[in-house]
């Protein structure tokens, strides 16, 4: 069974550039997470997906946003990157059944130069 | 969700078992017990999860005091790719809250050769 799979796997962009990062969940997993992990820091929620809505998002700026697809795989959009950015940025996915374990991806790594 | 109290680093020698304790005095009845892990730079995963039993899979055994309060997790025969920060996650089940499986510190575990 595969994993929860992101690309890229790195991603160099500019000040002020748009980054585009893509999450596929674990075949029937129907909730999609995003968290951000910046250097020597802890996960920070970013964005919960499910059933293609936005179900809730973490103490992030709007210009963080993201969408679900039907086959469930997600999309994480950061316009306007500022240097603070540069970051861990993981996916994972779940079941809604208990006990609800995630499941993560190995992430993409963003840096903001 | 209860707190947790982990040993912030932890040794132990290449093919020895690994005991790595976990303090949730808190916990309440209906409260999971989750182990995750994260090697450097890479997505946390997922080990194992217990409710009131001892649990064994490919990966580890969690074994859960009578009383709740206490667990360990034991890799039987640690590697060196066994080095990595091990996460000790206490928290109900909320159908639909997933993401706030929240990440402390965790426990450092170094394999030495």
């Known amino acids: 069974e595969a994993g929860v799979t992101q690309s890229p796997t790195h991603l160099i962009k500019t000040r002020g550039q748009q980054a585009t990062l893509r999450c596929s969940p674990i075949s029937g997993h129907t909730s999609v997470y995003w968290y951000q992990q910046a250097l020597g820091l802890g996960l920070q929620f970013l964005l919960w997906y499910d059933e293609g809505e936005e179900r809730n998002r973490g103490n992030f700026p709007p210009r963080f946003s993201g969408r679900q697809f039907p086959n469930y795989s997600s999309e994480l959009n950061v316009n306007a990157l500022e240097l603070e950015d540069s970051a861990l940025y993981l996916c994972?996915?779940?079941?809604?059944?208990?006990?609800?374990?995630?499941?993560f991806g190995e992430g993409s790594r963003l840096t903001v130069l | 969700d209860a707190k947790t109290t982990q040993p912030p680093s932890m040794d132990c020698a290449e093919g020895r078992a690994a005991n790595l304790p976990c303090n949730h005095s808190?916990?309440?009845?209906?409260?999971?017990v989750y182990w995750y892990r994260q090697i450097h730079s890479q997505g946390p995963q997922y080990i194992i999860h217990g409710l009131k039993n001892n649990e064994t899979n490919e990966m580890a055994s969690l074994i859960i005091t009578e009383d709740r309060k206490s667990s360990t997790l034991i890799l039987p025969h640690a590697t060196l790719r066994d080095t990595a920060v091990y996460y000790c996650?206490?928290?109900?089940?909320?159908?639909?809250?997933?993401?706030?499986?929240?990440f402390g510190k965790g426990t450092l575990l170094t394999v030495n050769p």
């Open positions: 808190t916990i309440s009845g209906n409260e999971y």
């Open positions: 996650i206490v928290r109900v089940y909320s159908g639909g809250s997933n993401y706030k499986l929240t």
């Open positions: 994972a996915s779940s079941w809604e059944l208990p006990p609800g374990e995630l499941f």
